[in-house]
């Protein structure tokens, strides 16, 4: 499936599958979106080497493919556009109207969030992308295609932006996909990304699947024959579709390294697929089967009276064949197989859209509470955690008296159950009865019980701070954290004071109280605390979560406060500094000294040499030395920038590296070595891979004065020969 050469689509393509199509579309609005994407993109080249346009035309026949309507498919052939070319955001709206730049803008926007960059953002990245989720559920969807044919291309990409992007994807694509019940596009997204997390384990699954397949596929074709003989027999009008079913990679190797089963456990485990036309015929269809089938016992479960989180209906049973080897069946009609394949997308596909409002609302409701349970925490790992948790396919429901379904995470408490009905109900919440019997607080929920939640009526009355060790969802945490937010103010903050005392004396941290300020400003920044009681605060009600940042404390503490003699090293590395007058980027305690052979003077254009254990030395950058050590090439990577310590000229201070794919050419080092020599741009350090497809990988480090001096230079790079693609690396 990944070694395959990718398919190049073509507006053809397009046209035919339009054609193909029972569904309405405005053919006229997408080929002139294909015209006007193709004349903005062109000259411009993916990593693989071919026109740019290629990709957003498969990414608008994926979504083609899921049913999406004109619009969606306008905007995935105009989705890079505002990103990669001069194209504004108001052209699209004129020329193809306000959704249409709406799902543009959406997806552009998404485009821009790094997802795995710098801590502090992270949060609020997650955050845009579920907020643009919840204003239109299409913008997500095209990103996921986006992302589906990207991960197809992933091989054309160089290795570390292969790694980030498939960690990015098992991180956060897959389990947005999962969530909104896109089986098949999360099963290839999670499939590709796995092989180039873990190449090997993938290909010993593979191999292994293809040893087993012609075993399976002659256990399955058996089980088919018997059932539909059986089926006829028994009155049904016409045989049901019955299909085999093979996992995913990835879905064996969680089985397997995740709940440490067998290999061959799993790969002997046959499955088959029985689809009906109504519900009727689906309990019906069960009845044929275990009577056909022994049953074994507990293994049966009803997803159609009580569907999962996301919307997934079935009956599955296992029973066991008469060669005495188990298989599981599950049983569901047309309309839940679409729903179970294509999730949210199948509204388009076999519905009319959006229309179906109630539904859809519904479904989107667990965007809004991740959302809102988001503004309770800046903590990038609870919030991907979140994210993940409320994930689980693995789901109790459980009931109210009068027979409302609350839908809950394995585990969950009578605390989370009445959270779920009300926030109210959960603040003045005193016990609870499940089913008719009082039970204690942390009393976890089954499937089918009855929750009756006992309330006080004492105004006053409030949630424990012990509720956050017992209960298990984030919906509950983030009420009752807000909830101490608001309402009891002076006892966070002594109780947060208390925390953190407590807290630095266990990790022997003495730090007198008028430095205290000033020695948690950064946590006290990160979580937008500008008082020190703020910060006492949110610890108190755990919206800051101490031991979290303990070590950084501590590390910081031993750096600035701990030992004298540190303290006096320090000074001698600063006087050290300050007597040479060079600053060596990126380093700030080491040794400079002036080469003798051309004796630099403050103002003259000075480069540096790391010298085998005495330091850094510097020379002028006219100096023989430098200038023959260049043009040989002899260790390029031992000279570093320096300089002059109070040179005020813009001194360009950030070190960026840049990603650059070109087409195979030997000048490119030269090219680009002699555009930032005339661009004054200091080089740092340069390097060439070649790709697998012949292409040219390079490497550049450099030194700019800020993100806009950077789109410059990149926009020139860009505009160089045989240049294809430059990129900010994660690299460093
Ligand atoms: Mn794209």
Redesign the pocket.
């Known amino acids: 499936m990944v070694n395959k050469p990718e398919t190049i689509y073509t507006i053809d393509m397009i046209i035919q599958k339009i054609l193909d199509e029972e569904k309405q579309y405005d053919l006229s609005k997408i080929i002139s979106s294909y015209e006007f994407a193709a004349k903005a993109h062109a000259n411009q080249f993916r990593s693989s080497g071919e026109p740019y346009i290629t990709?957003?035309l498969a990414?608008a026949y994926i979504l083609l493919e899921f049913g999406m309507d004109t619009d969606t498919v306008c905007a995935a052939l105009l989705?890079?556009v505002v990103e990669d070319t001069d194209v504004t955001l108001d052209e699209i709206k004129k020329l193809f109207g306000q959704d249409v730049a709406m799902l543009v803008d959406g997806v552009t926007k998404l485009?821009k969030i790094p997802l795995f960059t710098k801590e502090e953002q992270q949060a609020e990245n997650v955050r845009k992308i579920l907020l643009a989720m919840s204003q239109d559920i299409r913008v997500i969807i095209i990103k996921l295609c986006?992302r589906l044919h990207?991960m197809r291309t992933l091989c054309y990409r160089p290795a570390a932006k292969q790694r980030n992007t498939a960690l990015e994807t098992m991180n956060i694509y897959a389990p947005i996909a999962h969530r909104l019940g896109m089986k098949t596009l999360k099963d290839e997204i999670e499939d590709l990304a796995f092989r180039y997390l873990d190449p090997y384990a993938y290909s010993e699954i593979e191999k292994m699947l293809q040893i087993r397949s012609d075993k399976r596929e002659a256990f399955i074709e058996s089980i088919k024959k018997q059932i539909s003989e059986r089926f006829l027999e028994a009155g049904f009008e016409k045989v049901p579709q019955i299909e085999g079913r093979v996992k995913s990679v990835y879905g064996i190797y969680k089985k397997a390294f995740m709940q440490g089963k067998d290999f061959d456990e799993i790969y002997d485990k046959y499955a088959v697929r029985i689809i009906v036309d109504t519900v009727f015929e689906c309990y019906n269809a069960l009845g044929i089967i275990h009577d056909m089938f022994r049953p074994i016992p507990n293994r049966f479960k009803d997803y159609i009276a009580t569907p999962k989180a996301n919307m997934y209906q079935s009956l599955h049973t296992t029973v066991i064949g008469r060669e005495g080897i188990p298989f599981e069946v599950q049983i569901r009609t047309w309309d839940m197989h679409h729903t179970a394949e294509y999730g949210i997308a199948a509204h388009w596909k076999y519905k009319e859209g959006i229309s179906g409002k109630d539904k859809l609302e519904g479904r989107l409701a667990w965007i809004r509470q991740i959302i809102e349970a988001q503004q309770e925490t800046d903590d990038v790992e609870e919030i991907v955690r979140t994210i993940k948790s409320d994930l689980s396919p693995e789901d109790i429901f459980a009931f109210t008296p009068k027979g409302d379904m609350i839908t809950l995470p394995v585990g969950a408490t009578i605390i989370d159950f009445a959270y779920a009905i009300h926030t109210e109900v959960g603040n003045k919440m005193k016990g609870a009865k499940v089913d008719g019997k009082l039970v204690s607080l942390d009393y976890q929920l089954t499937t089918g019980e009855i929750v009756e939640i006992l309330t006080s009526s004492d105004p006053n009355h409030g949630p424990n701070r012990a509720w956050l060790d017992i209960c298990k969802t984030n919906e509950a945490k983030s009420k009752i954290r807000s909830w101490f937010k608001k309402e009891r103010r002076e006892e966070n903050i002594a109780q947060g004071k208390a925390e953190l005392e407590k807290e630095f004396k266990r990790n022997f941290i003495r730090i007198p109280e008028e430095e205290l300020s000033s020695f948690l400003a950064d946590d006290m920044k990160r979580h937008n605390c500008s008082k020190i009681e703020d910060f006492y605060a949110a610890i108190g009600y755990g919206g800051v979560i101490l031991s979290r940042m303990m070590q950084r404390l501590k590390d910081k503490y031993q750096k600035y406060y701990a030992e004298p003699e540190n303290a006096e090293q320090k000074n001698q590395n600063a006087v050290r500094k300050s007597s040479s007058g060079v600053i060596v980027e990126g380093q700030s305690n080491i040794i400079v000294k002036f080469a003798q052979c051309c004796n630099p003077l403050p103002g003259d254009d000075i480069v540096g040499f790391i010298t085998k254990g005495h330091g850094v030395s510097v020379h002028k950058k006219d100096c023989p030395t430098y200038v023959n050590a260049m043009k040989n090439g002899t260790e390029p990577e031992r000279w570093i920038n320096v300089r002059w310590a109070n040179s005020t000229s813009n001194a360009p201070t950030f070190r960026v590296t840049l990603d650059i794919v070109a087409k195979e050419n030997i000048l490119i080092i030269a090219d680009i070595t002699k555009l930032m020599a005339e661009l004054h741009i200091p080089l740092t350090n340069i390097s060439v891979n070649m790709l697998k497809n012949g292409n040219a990988n390079v490497f550049a480090t450099i030194n700019t004065a800020g993100v806009s001096q950077l789109n410059n230079i990149i926009a020139r790079i860009k505009k160089l020969p045989d240049v294809l693609s430059v990129d900010r690396s994660v690299k460093q």
Request: aromatic share 0%.
């Open positions: 990709h957003p990414v989705h890079d485009g986006d990207n």
